[in-house]
């Protein structure tokens, strides 16, 4: 072993990180130790405050630095379309395209019988709440095209059907099976554009 245990401690706590293999820890870590002091700390205490000061959106449940995100409370956005994803990381999938203008609702998961998730585990009440209260009219439900993201598609359509707004789903531009988040931008603006009516 070469390299000085500090180093190789680092190096395993980035390598836990979605993403990061260890090949690429070592890299991070080979490039922070090569920073001054002060950048290092100025990334570690941004680090901290980011631990500290964000939360989730009380209206939808984005990330937010505050009691609303800055989605929630962009006024120029139509309120009565409401785009439903599993994660945070969906959401900001979309974003990055610049097709949608209304606003989400995060479910913070999907339901997953194998994994015993279901639908009270999912912020499913508080869509229900947010549809009578703001009058929506579209529910774009944007889950994932997979097993349990078409099982929550399917369950979320059914839980609407009383509730008299249209319920569509994104377009299967996207690959079966795929992530949101790794679509391209012109593949999920296709994908918004395109979304069918859901049947319940």
Same mark, same amino acid.
């Given at each position: 072993?070469?390299?000085?245990?500090?180093?190789?401690?680092?190096?395993?706590?980035?390598?836990?990180?979605?993403?990061?293999?260890?090949?690429?820890?070592?890299?991070?870590?080979?490039?922070?130790?090569?920073?001054?002091?002060?950048?290092?700390?100025?990334?570690?205490?941004?680090?901290?405050?980011?631990?500290? $000061?964000?939360?989730?959106?009380?209206?939808?449940?984005?990330?937010?630095?505050?009691?609303?995100?800055?989605?929630?409370?962009?006024?120029?956005?139509?309120?009565?379309?409401?785009?439903?994803? $599993?994660?945070?990381?969906?959401?900001?999938?979309?974003?990055?395209?610049?097709?949608?203008?209304?606003?989400?609702?995060?479910?913070?998961?999907?339901?997953?019988?194998?994994?015993?998730?279901?639908?009270?585990?999912?912020?499913?009440?508080?869509?229900?709440?947010?549809?009578?209260?703001?009058?929506?009219?579209?529910?774009?439900?944007?889950?994932?095209?997979?097993?349990?993201?078409?099982?929550?598609?399917?369950?979320?359509?059914?839980?609407?059907?009383?509730?008299?707004?249209?319920?569509?789903?994104?377009?299967?531009?996207?690959?079966?099976?795929?992530?949101? $988040?790794?679509?391209?931008?012109?593949?999920?603006?296709?994908?918004? $554009?395109?979304?069918?009516?859901?049947?319940?």
């Amino acid at each position: 072993m070469f390299l000085p245990r500090r180093f190789i401690e680092v190096s395993a706590r980035l390598s836990s990180l979605p993403g990061i293999g260890p090949k690429a820890a070592d890299r991070l870590v080979f490039y922070l130790l090569d920073q001054s002091d002060e950048d290092v700390l100025a990334l570690a205490e941004a680090l901290l405050a980011a631990k500290r $000061e964000v939360m989730f959106c009380r209206r939808c449940g984005n990330f937010a630095q505050g009691d609303l995100c800055e989605v929630c409370r962009d006024s120029s956005r139509d309120t009565k379309l409401l785009c439903v994803v $599993e994660e945070i990381r969906d959401l900001s999938a979309i974003e990055r395209t610049g097709a949608f203008r209304g606003l989400y609702h995060v479910l913070h998961g999907r339901i997953d019988p194998i994994a015993r998730i279901g639908p009270s585990e999912l912020r499913l009440d508080r869509l229900l709440e947010r549809i009578t209260l703001d009058g929506v009219r579209e529910v774009i439900v944007a889950t994932n095209p997979n097993f349990n993201g078409d099982i929550t598609a399917m369950y979320i359509a059914k839980l609407l059907a009383a509730s008299g707004v249209r319920v569509t789903r994104i377009a299967t531009g996207i690959p079966k099976g795929s992530d949101l $988040e790794f679509a391209d931008v012109f593949t999920l603006t296709q994908a918004l $554009e395109k979304r069918t009516d859901v049947q319940s």
